[in-house]
Protein backbone atom coordinates (compact mmCIF):
# COMPACT_ATOMS: atom_id res chain seq x y z
CA UNK A 1 0.00 0.00 0.00
CA UNK A 2 1.67 3.22 -1.11
CA UNK A 3 2.15 5.97 1.78
CA UNK A 4 -1.10 8.29 -0.31
CA UNK A 5 -3.14 5.26 0.55
CA UNK A 6 -2.28 4.54 4.18
CA UNK A 7 -2.63 8.94 4.69
CA UNK A 8 -6.03 8.69 3.39
CA UNK A 9 -7.18 5.71 5.78
CA UNK A 10 -5.68 7.32 8.59
CA UNK A 11 -7.09 10.21 6.87
CA UNK A 12 -3.74 12.38 7.89
CA UNK A 13 -4.98 14.76 5.58
CA UNK A 14 -1.05 17.02 5.70
CA UNK A 15 1.13 13.72 4.75
CA UNK A 16 -1.77 13.43 1.57
CA UNK A 17 -1.26 17.00 0.26
CA UNK A 18 2.37 16.60 0.48
CA UNK A 19 2.22 13.42 -1.58
CA UNK A 20 0.17 15.31 -4.00
CA UNK A 21 2.74 18.08 -3.96
CA UNK A 22 5.58 15.66 -4.34
CA UNK A 23 3.82 13.89 -7.49
CA UNK A 24 2.94 17.46 -9.07
CA UNK A 25 6.75 18.08 -8.82
CA UNK A 26 7.80 15.44 -10.47
CA UNK A 27 4.92 15.57 -13.13
CA UNK A 28 6.55 19.41 -13.74
CA UNK A 29 10.06 18.16 -13.43
CA UNK A 30 9.28 16.47 -16.93
CA UNK A 31 7.74 19.18 -18.69
CA UNK A 32 9.92 21.50 -20.55
CA UNK A 33 11.13 24.80 -18.87
CA UNK A 34 8.42 26.85 -20.98
CA UNK A 35 5.55 24.40 -20.59
CA UNK A 36 6.12 25.25 -16.75
CA UNK A 37 4.71 28.28 -16.83
CA UNK A 38 1.46 27.35 -18.62
CA UNK A 39 1.24 24.42 -16.29
CA UNK A 40 1.26 27.13 -13.14
CA UNK A 41 -1.77 29.40 -15.29
CA UNK A 42 -4.01 26.45 -15.30
CA UNK A 43 -3.84 25.30 -11.79
CA UNK A 44 -4.52 29.66 -10.57
CA UNK A 45 -8.07 28.27 -12.62
CA UNK A 46 -10.07 31.15 -13.86
CA UNK A 47 -9.07 33.65 -11.24
CA UNK A 48 -6.10 33.76 -12.64
CA UNK A 49 -6.19 33.79 -16.29
CA UNK A 50 -8.29 37.12 -15.63
CA UNK A 51 -5.09 38.86 -14.10
CA UNK A 52 -3.27 38.30 -17.18
Known amino acids: M ?3 SKA ?5 WEVV ?4 LRG ?4 ASA ?3 DAV ?3 VEAL ?3 E ?3 KV
Do not use: F, N, T, W
Not at 8 to 12: A, L
Not at 17 to 20: E, M, R
Not at 24 to 27: N, T
Open 2 to 4: SAM
Open 8 to 12: IEKRE
Open 17 to 20: AVCL
Open 24 to 27: LVQA
Open 31 to 33: LPP
Open 37 to 39: HHL
Open 44 to 46: EGD
Open 48 to 50: GAR
